[in-house]
């Protein structure tokens, strides 16, 4: 295994493991489902983006089922969120921070792998955000809210630039195993400021108030 490739797992795991965290997170704090219910969300979360990339690509089995280190990863995130529900009061700030942090750990990973199977540039890039965003929203779905990636403060776009800086290394041969580490920091740290300071995508231009002649 290259040093890159190396990178790449170990991205794609911390972030098995922050998504599954925050999606039994979300299950203690809005849904409120028992036990069963909260590992079952986390898990879903961490594995889901993955899961729609490879049936996407047509990498079958999913890599998640093939390697048990994923949903191993999942299992122990999903089940310490459990055990630590009684703090569920005060988990609104640290579920954002792990949604953040799958996002960018995810999008990386995700355009790496379409890479990796030999697809051309704009695929790579929308599998990198499906990656990104389809654990998300399965959770999203699951607890009955609107898919953050529908509403929130600049979601998807950072999801995309990382993406599209792994694809600019990868075909140009330059940065080797620093590009999608760079590019999950790029992610991150634009996702956690457009929640500090909400910053938006812009909208469609809505017409203003017919004035009365």
């Not at 779905?141 to 509403?151: D, G, R």
């Not at 400021?193 to 910053?199: E, G, M, N, T």
């Amino acid at each position: 295994m290259s040093i890159t490739a190396a990178v790449v797992l170990a991205l794609d795991l911390l972030g098995t493991f922050v998504f599954a965290l925050n999606g039994a997170l979300t299950a203690i704090r809005s849904a409120r489902l028992d036990v069963v219910g909260v590992i079952t969300l986390g898990m879903i979360t961490a594995v889901g983006g993955g899961v729609i990339r490879d049936v996407l690509i047509g990498d079958l089995p999913p890599l998640t089922f093939r390697s048990w280190p994923h949903l191993t990863v999942a299992l122990i995130a999903a089940t310490l969120a459990a055990v630590l529900g009684h703090q569920a009061r005060r988990l609104h700030r640290p579920i954002l921070v792990l949604d953040a942090a799958g996002l960018a750990l995810f999008a990386v990973t995700g355009a790496s792998r379409a890479y990796e199977a030999d697809l051309g540039v704009l695929p790579c890039l929308l599998l990198g955000v499906v990656t990104a965003v389809g654990g998300g929203v399965i959770r999203d779905v699951l607890v009955q809210q609107v898919p953050t990636v529908l509403h929130s403060e600049l979601y998807a776009i950072p999801a995309l630039l990382a993406a599209a800086i792994v694809i600019i290394g990868a075909e140009f041969d330059v940065g080797g195993p620093v590009v999608p580490v760079v590019a999950a920091l790029i992610c991150f740290g634009i996702r956690i400021a457009a929640l500090r300071w909400k910053w938006n995508a812009p909208g469609p231009r809505m017409p203003g108030p017919r004035t009365a002649t």
